[in-house]
């Protein structure tokens, strides 16, 4: 009886899956050799996954959450967003990195993006939606990749953008903006003419 209670307040990562799969239009999608499975969903053309992962840190085994969508690029650009370091603010310091501002005073003083090309990242993330649902997941790591992932194939002439965030997102509404930040990114690409 005690364990159904925790059961309902602790839910699964299968079942959590599994609720957003259908509470926005996603298909769940079992997985063998992992236990939880992903979620996948067909935005705009844009195939978009949601899985967890997990990655050793020290003799700890570490849990995050993960969105990812392939993309073929118009022009050449590559980007990471990342919160702010007491290493970033020596760098910076130090003028050894550049780092570009979106003239927000609280989102440059908590993130740190870097590029090449400051006049498109600026258009891509000076949108205020983006950069709210960014500021509800502190750890996120947002960036274009280029070789390919874990159980995830990166065609030729394609990248990746991936959206880590370092712990589980089991609550359904944390979870369901997670997915909608991906949308937000997604939709300001295409505005911006890079996909």
């Known amino acids: 009886m005690m364990f159904s209670f925790f059961k309902h307040l602790f839910p ?6 599994r609720r957003l799969a259908k509470n926005t239009g996603g298909v769940y999608q079992k997985r063998k050799i992992v236990r939880t499975g992903k979620v996948v969903w067909d935005y705009k053309g844009f195939i978009i996954e949601l899985e967890y992962v997990n990655r050793n840190v020290g003799y700890y085994l570490v849990g995050g959450t993960r969105l990812s969508f392939i993309y073929t690029p118009r022009v050449e650009y590559d980007f990471i967003l990342h919160p702010k370091s007491l290493v970033d603010d020596l760098s910076e310091w130090l003028g050894v990195e550049h780092n570009i ?3 927000d005073k609280d989102f440059d003083e908590h993130y740190i993006i870097q590029a090449n090309d400051d006049q498109i990242t600026k ?4 949108d205020i939606s ?3 649902l960014i500021e509800c997941f502190p750890d996120i790591t ?14 030729p002439n394609h990248k ?7 712990k589980l997102i089991l609550n359904e509404k944390q979870i369901e903006s997670f997915f909608m930040l991906s949308k937000k990114v997604v939709d300001r690409m295409e505005k911006n003419y890079l996909v």
Do not use: A, D, G, W
């Open 160 to 166: 990746f953008v991936l959206l880590n965030y370092p």
């Open 130 to 132: 983006i950069q709210y």
């Open 123 to 126: 258009r891509l993330f000076s």
């Open 12 to 17: 699964s990562k299968k079942k959590t899956l």
């Open 101 to 103: 501002k979106l003239n």
């Open 142 to 155: 947002v960036r274009t990749y280029n070789k390919n992932i874990i159980r995830r194939k990166l065609p």
